[in-house]
T-cell receptor, first 115, second 119 residues
């Protein structure tokens, strides 16, 4: 069974640039959630994708956007980067099946630094 | 909105001893799940244990067990026979049950407790 993977591991960007982070789901999972973890804080929910559509969003501006592909992998895009976007970005995959609630399994994260 | 509070920013324990991490939460939901995740310095968030709110029996996973008090909205984690590899940040998290109406299943995390196991 393949776990959740994320790329790249680290990324350095300058303010105003755009960035794309990638996530591959654990095999058998159909749902991807993205979280932002600032230094010394717990992760904050950005959004969730299910069947290639956004399925819930946290308190993040529209410059945070995402995609989910038919193979259930996902991208997180952030436009017009700000210094406060510097954080660890975590991807989690899970299996959404009928009314069940499944556990989310996390990838190793991408550390984004905005200068 | 749900909130999760971890009142112990840092804790330490001697190897082989037992330690308990505290977590309280606030919600008006009746159906939900609670989790403890571990995040070692390698950064990857690892599931430690999961508790369904409708279950009265406390969850256990080897050396890890919880004390779930639904009325008090308390969910503490007990680690027995602590090992050096248990050194990590521990996060308590809440998730509302999705149900048949759909919706997203987002985790709401506390700020974490940094646990250090000393040799």
């Amino acid at each position: 069974e393949t776990g959740v993977t994320q790329s790249p591991t680290h990324l350095i960007k300058t303010r105003g640039q755009q960035v794309t982070l990638r996530c591959s789901s654990q095999s058998g999972h159909n749902t991807v959630s993205w979280y932002q973890q600032a230094l010394g804080q717990g992760p904050q929910f950005i959004f969730q994708y299910y069947r290639e559509e956004e399925n819930g969003r946290g308190n993040f501006p529209p410059r945070f956007s995402g995609l989910q592909f038919p193979n259930y992998s996902s991208e997180l895009n952030v436009n017009a980067l700000e210094l406060d976007d510097s954080a660890l970005y975590l991807c989690a995959s899970s299996l959404k099946w009928r009314a069940s609630t499944d556990t989310q399994y996390f990838g190793p994260g991408t550390r984004l630094t905005v200068l | 909105a749900q909130t999760v509070t971890q009142s112990q920013p840092e804790m330490s324990v001697q190897e082989a001893e037992t330690v308990t991490l505290s977590c309280t939460y606030d919600t008006s939901e009746s159906n939900y799940y609670l989790f403890w995740y571990k995040q070692p310095p390698s950064r990857q968030m690892i599931l430690v244990i999961r508790q369904e709110a409708y279950k009265q029996q406390n969850a256990t996973e080897n050396r890890f067990s919880v004390n779930f008090q639904k009325a008090a909205k308390s969910f503490s984690l007990k680690i027995s026979d602590s090992q050096l590899g248990d050194t990590a940040m521990y996060f308590c998290a809440f998730m509302k049950q999705r149900g048949t109406q759909g919706g997203s299943e987002k985790l709401v995390f506390g700020k974490g407790t940094k646990l250090t196991v000393n040799p």
